[in-house]
């Protein structure tokens, strides 16, 4: 039986608040690769809906 992972922001890779460095940790992928992914959607389809995603992000998932 697998052991179960969850969802943390984490505080040892972070640059703002940890929810790439969590995301990063979780899926096994650069936390850089994910910021600069994030950026670009951010970029290409509005400021507005990526910053209010990332904030409730930030606001839902727990501390590690």
Do not use: H, Q
């Amino acid at each position: 039986m697998a052991a179960r992972k969850n969802l943390y922001r984490s505080r040892a890779n972070k640059k703002v608040s940890g929810v790439f460095g969590g995301l990063g940790e979780f899926y096994n992928v650069d936390p850089t690769l994910l910021r600069l992914a994030w950026i670009a959607i951010v970029v290409f389809t509005g400021f507005v809906p990526g910053i209010i995603a990332y904030l409730i992000a930030a606001l839902v998932m727990p501390k590690k």
